[in-house]
Nanobody
């Protein structure tokens, strides 16, 4: 079992920045690829970013490339999402997720463990 707890969400103005954190406990954190997803009301859950278990590979949703950065600190059992130049369309509940697969994926169905989410609201 892996337990994930997100934090760091909040209300910011467009153009602002925010750093989300996801603290993991349970099975060895370094065994898992770690992803961030988001979901706005009435919309499907959307892939945002993923970092591989070995920290060698990252992938991003096209609309956040150059603005968001995913990183992980295996010693702290924590994955981060640094969000800069935030836009109103970034408003959503952000979830972290853990995937035991060896290859990284953007598919939410592939992720076995999920946090409860943290709200990010970006005002115009």
């Amino acid at each position: 079992q892996v337990q994930l707890v997100e934090s760091g969400g909040g209300l910011v103005q467009a153009g602002g920045f925010l750093r989300l954190s996801c603290a993991a406990s349970g099975r060895t954190f370094s065994d898992y690829n770690m992803g961030w997803f988001r979901q706005a009301p009435g919309k499907e859950r959307e892939f945002v970013a993923v970092v591989s278990w070995n920290n060698f590979t990252t992938n991003y949703l096209d609309s956040v490339k150059g603005r968001f950065t995913i990183s992980r600190d295996n010693a702290k059992r924590t994955v981060y999402l640094q969000m800069n130049s935030l836009k109103p369309e970034d408003t959503a509940v952000y979830y972290c997720a853990a995937d035991e697969n060896r290859a990284v994926t953007a598919s939410a169905r592939a992720y076995e463990y999920w946090g409860q989410g943290t709200q990010v609201t970006v005002s115009s």
